[in-house]
């Protein structure tokens, strides 16, 4: 397979861009090598500047829940296009998109349109802090909630991928107010909340960790997690910027029926466009600008690019109802379980994880990853020689031990049994 246009490009990249990226986990540090640049995509396909195709499997790191370039999104694009991009200004469109959210998941009673997922969970920290007038937010370690300098303690992610400290650049006094346990430690959670409820403005966490890899919730730790929250007065806020509108219609909240005060939304709400929304209920939303004293504000927020794709995006959700979701979890299901049993067959020990159409292979002998720590023991070195050996045979993986992967309408049984076969040669190769 050819690379050279791509280590060319990379090379000229780093004269101008910091290591070449303008996001870390890009650079291939948690694999080694040079990265591919990508000329186009379509369905489950990316083409590289060498003009190699492969099998894709970051998917803009599940933004996409139906492929590259659906023609829907490729029409809303046009439409919004003739009319203008942007305006500053109030759109009939912001409304409407979130009409449609609340008619997905009707915990959120309004929302508040981002351009992020990072600016979703920046906005839902500083308005917790606000509602409650309580300095310390509690998150999970192997958590991570975007570049926010308060959530960047034990971050997990692409902080684990390139081993650096979490808060260099980060003020000490900031750091002192995050607060972190395990995930799934409900023991840590009650001491936790024994000791420092009263100052705690929120707990944050991921309902389904994506970001250690794919990391099930304990439900109980869900629910301890709702009811303590609610008894020392703090908020419970879902990043649900990687599940929200994947793993469900109602994401983790219609999967596990644990509803949080505050949710955040990133990715799939924009369907591949930048955009991210915060939202819940009533009472604490109307402590936002212009309404409440919390200020929050974006200039490009709730643009009509964005909010023309997310709703083009969400009305097909609505349409496909749950037999959508059904066939995506069969086919990640055939998928994840293909690829156990062939690397199982080889003699390399894997446990594959997965909720719905995320899942990740982690390269240990344990039967379940449970927590950041345990995530950290696997086999790191053993993951890069496979995804560059699956790289060589046509698929490209996301580049860490520690993101997921994320299927697609697009990735049909051809595409999962495509997969598989490469997956065998590369098992061969290693």
């Known amino acids: 397979m050819r690379d050279e246009v791509s280590r060319t490009l990379f090379e000229r990249a780093c004269k101008v861009l910091v290591g070449g990226v303008n996001s870390p986990v890009r650079a291939f540090k948690g694999v080694g090598g040079t990265p591919r640049f990508i000329r186009e995509a379509k369905g489950a396909y990316v ?33 919004c296009a003739e009319k203008g991009t942007s305006y500053g200004y109030p759109t009939e469109l912001e409304i409407e998109l979130a009409e449609l959210v609340r008619e997905l998941a009707p915990h959120v009673e309004m929302i508040r349109f981002v351009n992020s997922g990072s600016e979703a969970t920046a906005g839902a920290v500083r308005l917790a802090r606000g509602v409650t ?3 310390k937010i509690l998150k999970c370690s192997g958590c991570y909630h975007g570049a926010v300098d308060s959530l960047l303690v034990t971050a997990g992610s692409g902080v684990a991928t390139l081993s650096i400290p979490e808060t260099v650049g980060v003020p000490q006094s900031v750091a002192d107010d995050t607060l972190v346990i395990p995930y799934n430690d409900v023991s840590a959670l009650e001491s936790v909340f ?3 409820g009263a100052e705690l403005a929120a707990f944050i966490l991921e309902p389904v960790a994506g970001n250690m890899g794919l990391v099930p919730p304990d439900l109980l ?9 609610t008894e020392v007065g703090a908020l419970l806020i879902f990043d649900e910027v990687m599940t929200g509108f994947r793993i469900a219609a ?55 690019l964005a909010v023309s794709v997310g709703l083009a995006t969400l009305r097909e959700i609505l349409c496909a109802g749950r037999a959508l979701y059904q066939e995506l979890d069969r086919r990640a299901a055939r998928l994840a379980d293909g690829l156990e049993e062939r690397c199982r067959a080889a003699g390399v020990p894997v446990t594959v994880q997965r909720v719905g159409s995320m899942f990740t292979v982690f390269f240990s002998p344990s039967k379940c990853i449970r927590n950041y720590e345990e995530a950290r023991s696997c086999d790191t070195q053993r993951f890069a020689a496979f995804f560059h050996a699956m ?40």
């Open 391 to 430: 790289l060589r045979n046509g698929i490209h993986l996301p580049p860490s031990q520690f993101e997921c992967w994320f299927l697609t309408t697009a990735h049909d049984d051809v595409v999962i049994e495509r997969t598989l076969a490469a997956c065998e040669r590369a098992l061969r190769e290693m």
């Open 133 to 135: 007038r309580r300095p």
């Open 47 to 79: 083409t590289d500047a060498d003009g190699n195709s492969l099998i894709d499997y970051v998917c803009s790191w599940g933004a996409l829940l139906f492929g590259h370039a659906p023609d829907f999104v490729r029409e809303a694009l046009d439409r």
């Open 221 to 229: 730790f869900l629910r301890r997690a709702r009811e303590l929250t």
């Open 250 to 304: 109602g994401g983790a909240v219609e999967l596990y029926r644990v509803v949080p005060d505050l949710v955040c939304f990133g990715k799939i709400i924009g369907g591949g466009v930048p955009c991210g929304a915060f939202g819940g209920r009533r009472e604490i939303m109307q402590n936002l600008a212009p309404v409440g004293p919390v200020y929050q504000a974006g200039t490009l927020a709730g643009n009509p």
């Open 194 to 196: 024994a000791k420092h």
